[in-house]
Each structure stands twice: as C-alpha cells, then as structure tokens.
C-alpha cells in the first residue's frame, strides 16, 4: 500500500467577528489512514471541516493535496474529495434512489445505487420520498454515497448521527474498505469506532466555549 500523503494541513486558522477560533491547526493525513478530530461542542470541528472544503475560507494558513497547495490543484482536490456533513442533507421532495443519483458521480450505473441502497438496507424503500423517512433512514440514504462514491479522500463530520448499531457497523465496514484501498479518512464523532484503527487530533478552542 502507498503510504503518501494525502492532505497536509499547516497552521490553519479561522476568525470568527475579529476572534480566532482555535488554536492553529497541523497535522497529516496519509493513504490509509482515518484520522478522528477531537475537540467539545462548539470548538470548530464543523468549521474546520467547512474550510477544508473551501466553503469557508481560512484566515491563515495553507491546506495541500498530495504535496500541491490547495490554490494550484482546487479542482482535482474537489474532486476527489467526498464530504458528508452532520446533517443528511437529503432533498425531502426526492425518493431514496433520486437523491442517492443526485448525491452521486455522473456515471453511477443504476446497477451500482441499487447495490449501495441493498448495503444500507433501503432497497425496498428506493421509490419512497424522503419527507416520509425517519432520522437513521435518511442518514442512510447520505451514507449510500461511501459506497458509490469513487472519491480517494473521506470528510466525514460526525457520521454516526441517528444511526442505530447496525448502521454504526455499516459505516465502520465502508470506512475499513476504503483504507484497505489506499483511501484517506478524516472525521468527526463522539463514539469511539470500535473497529476502525484511527489516530485522533484535539481541536483546541480559544474562544469561550458555552
């Protein structure tokens, strides 16, 4: 297995009305490897994750992919990137299988969303509009996408939200497949992955944390 790195991030800082936000930020995450960021509610583990994905843009500091600045490869890096955010972010008005074609790369055959909507449990409710799905279900419909997704770089903020012990071993299979084939994880979660090997990085707040 190749053991490069993938992304690398060098005292990243956010400010938040004039205030940082927490204590820079650096680590490395390499092929292979899930790292779990730490940190108590309200210390920017969401913030960190929105600046990784350029939604937010940082106040200092450098983001790389595969040693290239993010500002010389943002394409290639966004495209290889999969982010699934705390919230499902599923469309209401949208059945399971429309959503997951939504959420999924362009040349998903229909073959492999009927596969990854069997591996989370949702074949028999592939015509069924979200609107009428509960909380675990429709963070199943979102976690379809480690399964269709071809990305090599997983950011995933707090995924194991709303799921039930099935689901949290569902999503710890995907995860453990995806280092096997030289993929990067990066996530959020206040359990412990029991059978997902993982380093952990604590976000440390400067701002008072309620």
């Known amino acids: 297995m190749t053991t490069h790195t993938v992304l690398k991030v060098e005292s990243l800082a956010f400010e938040r ?28 583990k969401t913030t960190l994750f929105q600046l990784l994905t350029a939604i937010l843009p940082s106040s200092s500091g450098q983001i790389s992919y595969r040693e290239q600045p993010l500002s010389d490869c943002r394409y290639e890096y966004l495209s290889n990137v999969l982010f699934i955010g705390h919230q499902s ?15 999924s790369p362009n040349n998903t055959s229909c073959e492999k969303i009927s596969a990854a909507l069997e591996v989370v449990g949702l074949s028999e409710y592939a015509q069924i509009h979200c609107a009428n799905l509960s909380a675990g279900q429709k963070r199943r419909v979102a ?29 710890e299979r995907c995860m453990n ?10 996530f959020s979660s206040h359990q412990d992955l029991a059978q997902v090997t993982t380093r952990n990085y604590k976000l440390e707040p400067l701002m008072e944390v309620a």
């Open 17 to 44: 009305n004039d205030a940082v936000l927490f204590q820079p930020v650096d680590f490395e995450l390499k092929a292979g490897e899930a790292l779990q960021i730490l940190g108590v509610n309200g210390s920017g």
């Open 177 to 186: 497949q995806h280092l096997a084939q030289g993929g990067a994880i990066l």
């Open 89 to 103: 972010g599923v469309k209401a008005a949208l059945t399971v299988e429309e959503n997951l074609r939504w959420m």
């Open 143 to 171: 976690l379809a996408r480690l399964i269709t997704s071809q990305a090599k770089l997983w950011l995933l903020d707090e995924p194991l939200t709303s799921l039930d012990k099935q689901g949290v071993e569902l999503v």
